[in-house]
């Protein structure tokens, strides 16, 4: 006679469940899939950073980076997905392309990095910012830091948003 089995406990996976299929409306299907481009997300009440997004539409190579507050929908979906975004407003935040298609790929980038890889969108000399991609977080998030912490004191408010054309406008999510 043999000894009846050990353990009826199924194996425990390390897989990840696969991500969202891609469709020609962004990453992933239904209503609440982020678009595939590349997005900045900016405090949508900073001076400072609506002044940057002026400022990377007038600078950029390719014209495909979109834009959205961190106060607004598309945020929520972006922090659904990337849980280390963090829900304070302090901080960009980049979200790569998808490679090749494969929504699987992605990346959030915060605070000095997100800049960082924001760089290698836009036309020389800015660029060649993306090279410093490498340098430690820690240290280049140390000025960033300071400048979030007094960023309304020196910028303010945006009151309103700039004027974009309406190719721009088109950029800009909820």
Known sequence: MSAPPLSATPPVSTAIPPAPAANDRGVGDGP?????????????????????V????????????????????TAALARARFP????????????????EGDPAGRRAYLRSKAILHVAGHLRA??????????????LLDLG???????????WGHADACGLA????????LP
Request: hydrophobic share 45%; net charge positive.
């Open 165 to 172: 054309t309406p190719d721009q406008r088109k950029r800009f």
């Open 32 to 52: 609440d899939a982020l678009p595939d481009a590349p997005i900045v997300f900016y405090d949508g009440v900073c001076g400072l950073c609506a002044a940057l």
């Open 125 to 138: 000399p800015w660029r060649w910012g993306y090279g410093m991609r490498w340098l430690p977080a820690p």
């Open 144 to 154: 960033y830091r300071i400048v979030a912490a007094v960023r309304y004191r020196i």
């Open 54 to 73: 002026r400022w990377i539409l007038a600078h950029e190579r390719d014209h495909d980076i979109l834009f959205a507050p961190l106060q607004g929908d």
């Open 84 to 99: 280390h975004i963090p829900a304070s407003i302090d901080s960009v935040v980049f979200i790569s392309r998808s490679p």
